[in-house]
């Protein structure tokens, strides 16, 4: 296979039409990198085509009746459009998806333990892991015993993290870890995630509306609108480009209003907690 990536680029989406139905275009040309042991960001407005992106890498398209109708998305120099998730977690590529989706009747332990059904490594192998996720969420170790369904939204991101990590990935694709999460909360969330890629070497692509948090712990960003990459570029360039600023991060001159308006949202997530 041609493989033109950089030496370092373990994922490389290259041109992709996704279309839904058979006649919605959803994404029109997406091409991406994602570097070994990086942190890149997907970022843009709702609908923009993050998830898809996301959803078409984890072959999880069909399901919606969707379909990669042009383009190539190659993992390590070989195709993977037609691998389906589960072989995909073998290779080492897991996807978190919005929304968490734990299992909510099973303990928040057990929970992670799923995480591991693809391994064959062994139970004491599994057991070492599941310490390794409980010193990155000590929260969850403190909630093991309980019932997935009766913990929190962030305590549900972290469950579904944990299990993710479970499966000893080399890749996250990591979609909206701050969705419906107060700002202390998605800090703590993304501190994680920046521990767990030093620490562990986990290479993540994260899908995120909130770029203004993305953009300080990830290396790399891609901006998406309207199914098409509009601009990418490195994170520290991205914070500083006028148009990202003013579109994205609310900090023109009359965004100021709108940094007044994140502050009285979070005086009422008081209020809500
Ligand atoms: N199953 C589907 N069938 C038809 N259209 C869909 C389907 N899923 C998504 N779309 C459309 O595709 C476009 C991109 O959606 P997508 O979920 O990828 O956006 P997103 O960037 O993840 O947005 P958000 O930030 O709101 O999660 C939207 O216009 C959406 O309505
Ligand atoms: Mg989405």
Known sequence: MLDTAPRDSLLEVNNIEVIYNHVILVLKGVS???????????LGGNG???TTTLKAISNL?????????????????????????AALVRKGVIQVMEGRHC????????????????????????????EMVYEYFPRLKERRKSQAGYTSGGEQQMVAMGRALMSRPETILLDEPSMGLAPQLVEQIFEIVKAVNEGEGVTF???????????????????????RVVMDGPAAQLRENPDVKEFYLGMSDEGRKSFRDVRSYRRRKRWLA
Do not use: C, M
Request: charged share 25%.
């Open 32 to 42: 991406l990198s994602v570097p070994k042991g990086g942190i890149t960001a997907l």
């Open 48 to 50: 923009a085509g993050k």
């Open 61 to 85: 398209l069909a399901s919606e009746r969707g379909e990669v109708t042009k383009g190539s998305i190659v993992y390590r120099g070989e195709a993977i459009v037609d691998l389906n998730p």
């Open 103 to 130: 299992f909510e009747h099973l303990t928040v332990e057990e929970n992670l333990l799923t995480g591991a059904y693809t391994r064959r490594d062994g139970a004491a192998a599994i057991r070492r892991d599941l």
């Open 205 to 227: 692509l994260l899908a995120e509306q909130n770029t203004n948090v993305a953009l300080r712990y990830a290396h790399y960003g891609y901006i998406l609108e309207n199914g």
